[in-house]
């Protein structure tokens, strides 16, 4: 049964440039939800896609925002990238209404220059 | 005030010692309440979810939420060198939205 894959695992990028995160939830899940891991840190949610819409959202800029295709996997786009979004990006997939069940991929390591 | 407060540590142990770890929440709305394990560079991984107070064991592991107090507990016996990681306790109320305490590192000494 293959698990949460993210892809790619480590990206380096410059200030002020886009970046695009992708996601493959675990097979069955329907819901993915994405986080923001600093240093040191726990998980911040970014936001959930379900049925691709976006259904919640933390408190994240619009500079963040996201999409999910009909196979349920997700992607995370930041733009006009600054030095505080260096962080570990973590995707969760789970079953729409048990997402207290979620399950973490292994995450993008994101290094903002 | 942040939701969810987690005493970062970290928490040094022999090996077989009994393992406390534990967080503060402040949304008393709060009813789901999960406990992760964070290796190194890696995903956090679900240990165990419990709804509402109680308790809840699963093998080694203990889970116990105090919503009187907004506690929540995560005991581990007989500890071991591989149970060395980060404990990351996370809460929600309304399934979407999920508020993560910034985690423990423990090291159990062989």
């Known amino acids: 049964d293959a698990g949460v894959t993210q892809s790619p695992t480590h990206l380096i990028k410059t200030r002020g440039q886009q970046v695009t995160l992708r996601c493959s939830p675990k097979s069955g899940h329907d819901t993915v939800s994405w986080y923001q891991q600093a240093l040191g840190q726990g998980p911040q949610f970014i936001f959930q896609y379900y049925e691709e819409e976006e259904r919640q959202r933390g408190n994240f800029p619009d500079r963040f925002s996201g999409h999910q295709f009909p196979n349920y996997s997700s992607e995370l786009n930041v733009n006009a990238l600054l030095l505080g979004d260096s962080a570990l990006y973590l995707c969760?997939?789970?079953?729409?209404?048990?997402?207290?069940?979620?399950?973490f991929g292994p995450g993008t390591r994101l290094t903002v220059t | 005030q942040k939701e969810v407060e987690q005493d970062p540590g970290p928490l040094s142990v022999p090996e077989g010692a009994i393992v406390s770890l534990n967080c503060t929440y402040s949304?008393?709305?709060?009813?789901?309440f999960m406990w992760y394990r964070q290796y190194s560079r890696k995903g956090p991984e679900l240990l165990m979810y419990?709804?509402?107070?109680g308790n809840k064991e699963d093998g080694r592991f203990t889970a116990q939420v105090d919503k009187s107090s907004k506690y929540i507990s995560l005991f581990i016996r007989d500890s071991q060198p591989s149970d060395s990681a980060t404990y990351l306790c996370a809460t929600s109320y309304n399934f979407n939205k999920f508020y993560f305490g910034s985690g423990t590192k423990l090291n159990v000494k062989p």
């Open positions: 949304n008393s709305a709060f009813q789901y």
């Open positions: 969760a997939s789970s079953f729409f209404g048990e997402t207290y069940e979620q399950y």
């Open positions: 419990t709804y509402s107070s």
